[in-house]
T-cell receptor
Framework: DAKTTQPPSMDCAEGRAANLPCNHS???????VYWYRQIHSQGPQYIIH?????ETNEMASLIITEDRKSSTLILPHATLRDTAVYYC??????????WGAGTKLIIKP | KAGVTQTPRYLIKTRGQQVTLSCSPI?????VSWYQQTPGQGLQFLFE???????NKGNFPGRFSGRQFSNSRSEMNVSTLELGDSALYLC????????????FGPGTRLLVL
């Protein structure tokens, strides 16, 4: 199963772009990369997902490298409410989510 | 559209007891998955139900079971509770196709004493 590696924690200043990296070097060709976040033990919140191309929605942008071995989630203008644990996940063959430890993102005023 | 709802939100049980948790998916969603989240093990997949049938199963003992009703609501049961079963139990729903995005409920926090 493809696994993901993320830094355990990151800081970002409020109003700045938060760039969260994820390594998934063993990803297979048909496996999607998903990003969720979890705020203080609430249920995880879906952010964005992608396969090959870069994706953007109202919450964030997802940049996937051409070799698909890594990706970056970008929160363009971070606010204090974006403080959370961010999970980068690869969908396995039965399409269940395999969760890593995530990145604890702290937005500082 | 209402999100995924889970009841109860908090629960305290003692070792040896059994517990049933409930999940109501987003309207129109036919797949329900259950996850266990603990500080030590992180988020782990328990099982998925679709059209009242278990479609996928994680690596948990048989004390953990589930079912899904015709209205797509799902229940999860844990028998003979152990201290290590203390966790946040999360339910996620999606439309039907396995490639659909999963949306999570707020979770049920279970404490086993």
């Amino acid at each position: 199963d493809a696994k993901t590696t993320q830094p355990p924690s990151m800081d970002c200043a409020e109003g700045r772009a938060a760039n969260l990296p994820c390594n998934h070097s063993t990803i297979s060709g048909n496996e999607y990369v998903y990003w969720y976040r979890q705020i203080h033990s609430q249920g995880p919140q879906y952010i964005i997902h992608g396969l090959k191309n870069n994706e953007t929605n109202e919450m964030a942008s997802l940049i996937i490298t051409e070799d698909r071995k890594s990706s970056t989630l970008i929160l363009p203008h971070a606010t204090l409410r974006d403080t959370a644990v961010y999970y980068c996940i690869v969908i396995r063959g039965n399409y269940q989510l395999i969760w890593g430890a995530g990145t604890k993102l702290i937005i500082k005023p | 559209k209402a999100g995924v709802t889970q009841t109860p939100r908090y629960l305290i049980k003692t070792r040896g007891q059994q517990v049933t948790l409930s999940c109501s998916p987003i309207s129109g969603h036919r797949s329900v998955s259950w996850y266990q989240q603990t500080p030590g093990q992180g988020l782990q997949f328990l099982f998925e139900y679709f059209s009242e049938t278990q479609r996928n199963k994680g690596n948990f003992p048989g004390r953990f079971s589930g079912r899904q009703f015709s209205n797509s609501r799902s229940e999860m049961n844990v028998s003979t509770l152990e201290l290590g079963d203390s966790a946040l139990y999360l339910c996620a729903s999606r439309l039907s196709g396995v490639k659909e995005t999963q949306y999570f409920g707020p979770g049920t926090r279970l404490l086993v004493l």
